[in-house]
C-alpha cells in the first residue's frame, strides 16, 4: 500500500453537491442510560477513524472454515502474516474524495485499511448526512460525541466499512466480574474441590483435579498465551507472585508475564493499582498452563470498539502472535452497532486464519447483556453480549458446583442478531432449539449465532489482589481457565510439531464435541434477577449457558492429536 496516495486521497474532503447519501447505519434510540444533552457544538472537534473495506473478506472466511474444519485436505494449514493482508479498494475513494479542503488524515494501521481524520462536528455533519450530539451516561466522566444515523455518499458504499465514534455507545463498565468478596477464616491453600465445602473454593489444583489438567510444564518457548487489559486494569507481578506461591508453590521459578502495550497502554506496579481483572486473568492462565509463556496486552484509553480493533491491528503486526488470546470483558451487542461488530469480528477471523485461538468470556447478565440490572429483570426481550457472539472466537460460560456442575445463574448466553448461526453449529443448536417450549415468552433470534461455545467454573475463584487473598467470580474467571487449558495443548502439539489449535470452533463442534462433560442444570436469568426471570435452561447436549460443556483435558488432548 503506498501510504502517501492513500493520505492525498483522504486528505481531501468529497464535493458534498454531487453526492447521493445512502444511509450506513442508523439506530432508533441511544442505549438505555444515555442522554442526549443537545446537539454538538459546530465547532467542536472529532477524530473519526474509517475503515476501508478490504477485497478478500469473503474469501478469507471460507477459506478460514476450511482450514479450521478437521477432514478439510488443508486442515490447520494457518496463514502465515503476509498472506492475508489485501490492500482495500482504492479507485472509487478517489473518485469520491475530490477536492482537497484543509482536513488532516493519517493511516493508522499496518496495511492501511484504517485512516483517521480530524475535523470539526459542522463539517462531518454535512460529510455523513447526520448530525452528532452529546450524550451523558451515569458511568462515564464526561459526556461523548455521538450520533443516531450516519451516511455515506452513494460512490463509498462498498468501499467504507466503518466510521467510528458514530452509532456505537459502549459505556464504561466492561469487565465481567460481577462480584467479589474477602476471604475470611481460610489461611494457605484451600482443600481442593470439596462439594461439601459451603465455601466451595475454587482453586488451580481443584481445576487440574476437575478438568484432568496436568500440572506438568509446558516446554514450548514458542508458544505464548495472551490475555488483554483494557480501561486500566493493570496485572501486578507481586500477586502474581503471592498467587503462585499460595497456591501453585510446585511451579519453579515462578511464572512472570510479558508486558506488551498498545494505544499508549501501560500497566504501573503497587498494591493500590492492582486491577482485579486483569489480575484473575493473569493469576488463572499462570495457574492453569504451567510454564506456558504468559503476555498481558495493556490496550490505553477508553473507548472499548477502538481498544478491540486496535488489539486486531496490534496482534496483526506481531512477527510471532501467541497461540492462544483471552479477553474477559464484553458489552451488550447493540450498543456496538451492527458495522462496527462486523469489523471487530472479521479482526477475530484474521487472527483464527493465523492460528491463534481466540476466546472471549459469555458475559455477566445472564440472557440480559454484561451485567444484569434490577431494572430489566421483567424484560423478555434477550440481550446478546459481544464479542462473545462473534462466530469466530470460543466464547466460555460459567458452572459451579461439583458432580454435577450446574451453569451459573448469571452465565451469559444466547443468540446474536447480527451474526447468523455458523455452519459448524447448526446441528448442535436446532437440538437445543427443540427444548424450547412453544409457548416460551423469551424473545430472541433463532437465526443467529449462539454462544457460548464451552463453559468451566466461574465462582469463588481464590486469587490476590493488591496483596489480600479474595475470592472472585464471573465468566471473566472461565475464558483465562479455557485458554490455559488450550495453551497447554499446544504445547504439546508444538512439541510434536503439528500446528497449533488456531480457531477453535469446527473442531469443538466436531471431533471434539466428546470431549467435553455435558452440563444439564441452570438457568440463567442473572446475578441479580430473580430466579423466576425468564431465561434459558440447560438442557441435555448443547445449550445457551454451557455450550458445549466443561472440558475433559485427556480428550480433548486425543481430538487434537487425531
Ligand atoms: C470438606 O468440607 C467440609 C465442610 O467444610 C469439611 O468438614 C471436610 O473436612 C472437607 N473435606 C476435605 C477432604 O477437606
Ligand atoms: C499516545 O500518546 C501520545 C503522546 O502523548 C499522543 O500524541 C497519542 O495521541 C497517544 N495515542 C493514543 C492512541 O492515545
Ligand atoms: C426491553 O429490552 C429491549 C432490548 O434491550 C429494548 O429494546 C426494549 O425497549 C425493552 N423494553 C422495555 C419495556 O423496557
Ligand atoms: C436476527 O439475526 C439475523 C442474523 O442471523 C439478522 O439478520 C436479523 O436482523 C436479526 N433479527 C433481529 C430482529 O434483530
Ligand atoms: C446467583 O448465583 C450466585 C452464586 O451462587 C449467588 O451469590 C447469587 O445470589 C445468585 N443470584 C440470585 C438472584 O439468586
Known amino acids: 500500500m503506498k501510504f502517501s496516495r492513500l493520505l492525498t486521497l483522504l486528505s481531501v474532503v468529497i464535493a458534498g453537491s454531487a453526492a447521493s447519501m ?36 469473503a474469501g478469507l472466511q471460507d477459506q478460514l472454515l476450511s482450514i479450521a474444519t478437521p477432514g478439510s485436505s488443508n486442515y490447520r494449514q494457518w496463514l502465515s502474516k503476509h498472506t492475508h493482508n489485501h490492500p482495500p479498494t482504492l479507485s472509487r475513494l478517489s473518485m469520491v474524495f475530490a477536492s482537497a479542503n484543509g482536513l488532516t488524515s493519517t493511516v493508522i494501521s499496518p496495511n492501511g485499511d484504517w485512516v483517521s481524520i480530524t475535523l470539526p462536528v459542522s463539517k462531518a455533519n454535512t460529510l455523513f448526512a447526520t448530525k452528532f450530539e452529546r450524550f451523558t451516561h ?6 461523548i460525541t455521538r450520533t443516531l444515523s450516519v451516511s455515506l455518499p452513494s460512490e463509498l458504499v462498498g468501499h467504507v466499512d466503518v466510521i467510528h465514534p458514530t452509532t456505537a455507545f459502549v459505556s464504561q463498565d466492561v469487565r465481567l466480574v460481577p462480584r467479589m468478596r474477602r476471604l ?26 476437575l478438568y484432568g489438567i496436568p500440572s506438568t510444564p509446558a516446554t514450548e518457548t514458542s508458544n505464548a498465551l495472551l490475555a ?27 511464572t512472570t508475564f510479558t508486558l506488551l ?7 504501573p506496579q503497587g498494591p493500590s493499582d492492582a486491577g482485579i481483572e486483569a489480575n484473575l486473568d493473569i493469576q488463572y492462565t499462570a495457574g492453569i498452563a504451567t510454564n506456558v509463556p504468559l503476555e498481558f496486552l495493556s490496550v490505553g484509553g477508553f473507548d472499548f470498539p477502538t481498544a478491540l480493533f486496535d488489539t486486531t491491528t496490534f496482534l496483526d503486526g506481531v512477527p510471532n502472535p501467541p497461540s492462544v488470546m483471552t479477553t474477559s470483558y464484553g458489552d451488550t451487542e447493540s450498543n456496538f452497532g451492527a458495522s462496527v461488530a462486523t469489523k471487530i469480528c472479521n479482526g477475530y477471523m484474521a487472527l483464527g486464519a493465523r492460528g491463534i485461538s481466540v476466546m472471549f468470556s459469555s458475559g455477566d447478565g445472564g440472557v440480559r447483556g454484561n451485567h444484569d440490572t434490577l431494572d430489566v429483570c421483567t424484560n423478555n426481550t434477550f440481550m446478546p453480549v459481544f464479542p462473545a457472539a462473534c ?20 452465565t451469559g448466553g444466547g443468540f446474536s442478531n447480527v451474526f447468523p448461526t455458523p455452519h459448524y453449529q447448526t446441528a448442535a443448536v436446532s437440538g437445543f432449539l427443540e427444548t424450547i417450549p412453544s409457548d416460551f415468552p423469551g424473545i430472541f433470534n433463532k437465526t443467529g449465532r449462539a454462544y457460548p461455545d464451552v463453559s468451566t467454573q466461574g465462582w469463588n475463584f481464590e486469587m490476590v489482589a493488591g496483596g489480600e487473598v479474595i475470592l472472585e467470580g464471573g465468566t471473566s474467571a472461565s475464558s483465562p481457565t479455557f485458554a490455559g487449558i488450550i495453551a497447554l495443548i499446544n504445547d504439546r502439539l508444538v512439541a510434536a510439531q503439528k500446528p497449533v489449535l488456531g480457531f477453535l470452533n469446527p473442531f469443538l463442534y466436531s471431533k471434539a464435541s466428546s470431549a467435553f462433560t455435558d452440563v444439564t442444570i441452570g438457568h440463567n436469568s442473572g446475578f441479580e434477577c430473580p430466579a423466576s426471570s425468564v431465561a434459558f435452561d440447560a438442557a441435555v447436549g448443547w445449550d445457551a449457558l454451557t455450550g458445549l460443556g466443561t472440558p475433559k483435558f485427556s480428550d480433548l488432548l486425543d481430538a487434537a492429536f487425531d
Open 391 to 410: 462466530p469466530f472466537v470460543t466464547a466460555v460460560g460459567s458452572t459451579q458446583g461439583f458432580a454435577p456442575e450446574k451453569a451459573i445463574n448469571f
Open 22 to 57: 445512502v444511509l450506513h447505519e442508523r439506530r432508533a434510540a441511544a442505549p438505555a442510560g444515555f442522554i442526549s444533552v443537545g446537539a454538538a457544538p459546530a465547532s467542536e472537534m472529532i477524530t473519526l477513524r474509517v475503515a476501508l473495506t478490504s477485497n478478500n473478506v
Open 138 to 143: 451515569p458511568a462515564l466522566n464526561g459526556p
Open 228 to 254: 488483554t487489559g483494557y480501561e486500566d486494569f493493570w496485572a501486578q507481578q507481586a500477586d502474581l507472585s503471592q498467587f503462585l506461591s499460595l497456591l501453585r508453590p510446585d511451579i519453579s521459578p515462578p
Open 261 to 267: 502495550t498498545t494505544d499508549n497502554g501501560t500497566n
Open 184 to 209: 475470611t477464616g481460610r489461611d494457605g491453600p484451600a482443600s481442593s474441590c470439596n462439594s461439601s465445602d459451603p465455601a466451595g473454593v475454587i482453586t488451580p489444583t481443584c481445576l487440574q483435579e
